[in-house]
Every structure is written in structure tokens, then in C-alpha cells.
């Protein structure tokens, strides 16, 4: 494994990624009206949108730095620059591809270069953004007491009850799934159960308690760093 993990990602399929992306950013841009956006771009404060690039690309390094601790949850270890190197080539993809196919590209990514299976990956990336949506419901009930107070919308209400609700059924399932794993398994297609394992282990496996309140908190200083580029960019269009 130490061979692989030496090994620099290839050259050939990220060259393909950025023909790609270019292409489809024309196709798109084609279909834009170009006045109107750069009308738009040229009225725009620089030095806010030069902060909030700056923010972002130390915002991809924490992030990497998240993804590093919850990879060695399931005793995968690589440099930070590598996983930052990875990191930003699948940010680069899920800005052009639907679904987050870039979370996808990740794990392809990590399998070429490192040997680790996509399905093990993907399990570790499921758990990744569980903790972002948890911790986003929890900010998000906690704002709108402090913003709504008594009066907070039904609707708002819902939204967090049924978010809370669901969230606590996967927590509770990724908790205890090494328990009914050999009943559950029995439930999926042969041909399936070898990735759905792998899946499986590695997602209860990136769920260290030890390293969870740290991780959590640098969640947190994500989520803050995401609204704080907003508030640049519609401070910047003068919005």
C-alpha cells in the first residue's frame, strides 16, 4: 500500500476531468447572456470576493483535514496534501457533474491510487456528510429559536422534527448495524453483499466517539466559513 499511496494520481484522467468541465462550462456559458454577467461581475467589491476565495481555499484545507481524521477511523492514513489534492478534484467535479458524482470521483481516486476499495470510501464520504447535515439541523433549530423565539413557522417546525427524526434513525442505525448485520445482509442480492459490507464497516467504523466531538467542532467552523463566503459574495454584489 505504501507503493500506491506514493504514487501521483494520474495525469491522463485529470486531464480528461478538466477537457471536461470545459467543455460543459461552454456549452452552459454559451447559453448565458455574457453582458449581463460581466455587468455583474465588473460591479462587484474585489478585495471582498479576493476574501472570500481566500476563506474558501483554507476552508477546502479544513475540510481535508476532517476527511483525514474520519479516514483514519477505518485505518486509512495519507498525507494532508495528498487528501487535500483529492479533496479539491472531487469539489472541482461536483461543480459540474450532477448528484455529487464528485464524492464518486473521490472514491475512484483514493481506490487507483491507494487500493482501497470505492464501496469502504463511499461509506467514510456517507458519514462525512451525515455530520453535515446533523450538525446543519441542529444550528438551524437553535437559530430559529433564537431568531422565531415562541412564534417559530409550523412549517420551520416540521422541517426540523421530521430532520431530527430521520437523522436519528441513521445514527442509530449506523450505531448498532454490526449487530444485525447477519440478518440484515440476507435481505440484499448476492451480488451486492460484498459491497454492501464494505459500505457498512466502514461508515460504523468512522463513527470513533473518541474523535467525534473534534470533528463536530470543526464542522461547525465549516458551516460558519460556507455562510461567511455568502455574506462576501452578496456584500461584494452590493445585495
Known amino acids: 500500500m505504501e507503493e500506491l499511496a506514493d504514487k501521483k494520481i494520474n495525469l491522463k484522467k485529470i486531464i480528461f476531468s478538466f477537457v471536461l468541465a470545459f467543455v460543459i462550462l461552454y456549452i452552459l ?27 474558501y481555499y483554507i476552508m477546502i484545507l479544513i475540510t481535508s483535514l ?24 472531487g469539489q472541482f467535479m461536483n461543480t459540474i457533474l450532477p ?28 458519514v462525512e456528510k451525515f ?14 429559536i433564537f431568531v422565531f423565539g415562541k412564534f417559530v413557522p409550523e412549517d420551520l417546525k416540521n422541517l426540523i422534527a421530521i430532520g431530527t427524526a430521520a437523522i436519528a434513525l441513521a445514527f442509530i442505525g449506523i450505531l448498532f448495524s454490526n449487530k444485525f448485520k447477519k440478518y440484515l445482509i440476507i435481505l440484499i442480492p448476492k451480488r451486492f ?34 455562510s461567511f463566503i455568502l455574506y462576501l459574495v452578496i456584500t461584494s454584489l452590493g445585495l
Open 193 to 226: 453483499r460484498n459491497i454492501a459490507t464494505l459500505f457498512q464497516e466502514s461508515a460504523s467504523s468512522s463513527l470513533n466517539m473518541k474523535r467525534l466531538p473534534f470533528v463536530i467542532a470543526l464542522t461547525i467552523v465549516l458551516l460558519g466559513m460556507e
Open 29 to 55: 456559458i454559451s447559453k448565458a447572456d455574457i453582458k449581463a454577467v460581466f455587468q455583474i461581475i465588473s460591479q462587484a467589491d474585489i478585495m471582498l470576493v479576493l476574501l472570500g476565495f481566500a476563506v
Open 131 to 144: 455530520l453535515d447535515v446533523s450538525t446543519m439541523l441542529i444550528l438551524l433549530a437553535i437559530s430559529s
Open 66 to 89: 476532517r476527511w483525514k481524521l474520519l479516514l483514519e477511523n477505518i485505518n486509512f492514513k495519507a498525507r494532508l496534501s495528498e487528501l487535500t489534492e483529492i479533496f479539491f478534484l
Open 99 to 126: 448528484a455529487r458524482l464528485g464524492d464518486v470521483y473521490k472514491s475512484q481516486l483514493i481506490k487507483k491510487n491507494y487500493g482501497v476499495a470505492r464501496s469502504t470510501i463511499i461509506g467514510n464520504i456517507f
